[in-house]
């Protein structure tokens, strides 16, 4: 079958099935492109939950499918491809954060969306890139647990004056990206701002313009009046940046910004989710309550 005629089928199905395509801002360019909805892996789950679509087909990593059925427990949650994991959200278990509550009782924990629902459900309070530092800050406690992502963490703490107890976990893919590299970019790039995930090491947000999530860094670059960044973030991300602002240029920090698992969902993936209706990932009620809780907890925070 053809490209244009798998997205047809997909387009076809989806209105049968009553479906909304979610992509995640890291997905190849085609998917993107077919998407209902593009964006974060949590504005996706919260926009899809407003939706009256009775299916789901999340295009993105096993946790964000999960938080799509902790969202919205009624609808049907696929995610095309089951092998699609987060090796950061991997990095965590459940019994190696109570031993570490253990040692730190009364500590309140923090965890990133990038975590599993079982771990969500043991935390006191999640956050995403964009919010972390707002959760954080928001907490009367003077020390904060804070875990999987330790570089997401170290960004938070220069920004708060808690005593933090870090998760050695990282993205393996922002963590490629290393300081000399990005240094003599922008060496040969004077006039571009370089703008990076904190998920990226220290070193390199330390060199950073802006350092901010993927909807901060659409922001960021749609207002900025400078024409030519270097981004550091997954690779997917050109692909809407490009479409929003035709007159600009911008640079992948580097060809290691790839996320294997983020490129794994093609088109045939998501034909194969809708004809069969599978795989389905639903969260248990005795995780998908608490793990709720700790979201619900981050959502209450106000927004500026
Ligand atoms: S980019 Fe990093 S945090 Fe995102 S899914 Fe890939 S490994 Fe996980």
Same mark, same amino acid.
């Given at each position: 079958?053809?490209? &244009?005629?798998?997205?047809?089928?997909?387009?076809?199905?989806?209105?049968?099935?009553?479906?909304?395509?979610?992509?995640?801002?890291?997905?190849?360019?085609?998917?993107? &492109?077919?998407?209902?909805?593009?964006?974060?892996?949590?504005?996706?789950?919260? /926009?899809?939950?407003?939706?009256?679509?009775?299916?789901?087909?999340?295009?993105?990593?096993?946790?964000?499918? &999960?938080?799509?059925?902790?969202?919205?427990?009624?609808?049907?949650?696929?995610?095309?491809?089951?092998?699609?994991?987060?090796?950061?959200?991997?990095?965590?278990?459940?019994?190696?954060?109570? &031993?570490?509550?253990?040692?730190?009782?009364?500590?309140?924990?923090?965890?990133?969306?990038?975590?599993?629902?079982?771990?969500? @459900?043991?935390?006191?309070?999640?956050?995403?890139?964009?919010?972390?530092?707002?959760?954080?800050?928001?907490?009367?406690?003077?020390?904060?647990?804070?875990?999987?992502?330790?570089?997401?963490?170290?960004?938070? @703490?220069?920004?708060?004056?808690?005593?933090?107890?870090?998760?050695?976990?990282?993205?393996?893919?922002?963590?490629?990206?290393?300081?000399?590299?990005?240094?003599?970019?922008?060496?040969?790039?004077?006039?571009?701002?370089?703008?990076?995930?904190? /998920?990226?090491?220290?070193?390199?947000?330390?060199?950073?313009?802006?350092?901010?999530?993927?909807?901060?860094?659409?922001?960021?670059?749609?207002?900025?009046?400078?024409?030519?960044?270097?981004?550091?973030? /997954?690779?997917?991300?050109?692909?809407?940046?490009?479409?929003?602002?035709?007159?600009?240029?911008?640079?992948?920090?580097?060809?290691?910004?790839?996320?294997?698992?983020?490129?794994?969902?093609?088109?045939?993936?998501?034909?194969?989710?809708?004809?069969?209706? @599978?795989?389905?990932?639903?969260?248990?009620? /005795?995780?998908?309550?608490?793990?709720?809780?700790?979201?619900?907890?981050?959502?209450?925070?106000?927004?500026?």
């Amino acid at each position: 079958m053809q490209a &244009e005629d798998i997205k047809q089928e997909i387009r076809r199905l989806l209105a049968e099935r009553n479906a909304v395509l979610l992509a995640h801002n890291y997905m190849r360019d085609e998917v993107q &492109e077919i998407a209902d909805i593009t964006g974060d892996s949590l504005g996706l789950s919260q /926009e899809a939950a407003k939706t009256n679509a009775e299916v789901i087909v999340f295009c993105g990593v096993h946790f964000m499918a &999960e938080s799509a059925s902790i969202l919205s427990p009624g609808k049907t949650v696929l995610l095309p491809r089951l092998d699609a994991g987060c090796p950061m959200a991997d990095m965590v278990t459940v019994e190696g954060l109570l &031993e570490l509550k253990a040692k730190h009782p009364g500590v309140p924990v923090v965890t990133y969306v990038n975590s599993s629902a079982a771990v969500k @459900a043991v935390s006191d309070i999640c956050c995403t890139s964009a919010n972390a530092v707002k959760v954080v800050n928001s907490l009367p406690d003077r020390e904060v647990i804070f875990v999987p992502d330790r570089n997401l963490g170290q960004f938070v @703490a220069k920004q708060s004056d808690k005593t933090f107890h870090y998760w050695d976990g990282y993205c393996p893919t922002h963590e490629r990206l290393k300081a000399d590299v990005v240094a003599r970019l922008k060496e040969q790039h004077p006039d571009a701002l370089f703008v990076c995930h904190p /998920e990226c090491n220290p070193s390199v947000v330390a060199l950073a313009d802006h350092a901010c999530s993927t909807s901060g860094m659409y922001d960021f670059c749609r207002r900025s009046p400078a024409k030519r960044f270097i981004i550091g973030t /997954e690779a997917g991300i050109l692909y809407r940046l490009r479409q929003e602002n035709p007159d600009k240029e911008f640079i992948l920090a580097s060809p290691a910004l790839v996320c294997p698992n983020m490129k794994l969902t093609s088109l045939e993936d998501i034909l194969e989710a809708l004809t069969t209706m @599978a795989p389905v990932v639903k969260v248990p009620e /005795e995780i998908r309550v608490p793990a709720k809780r700790a979201l619900d907890r981050m959502i209450a925070i106000p927004r500026d």
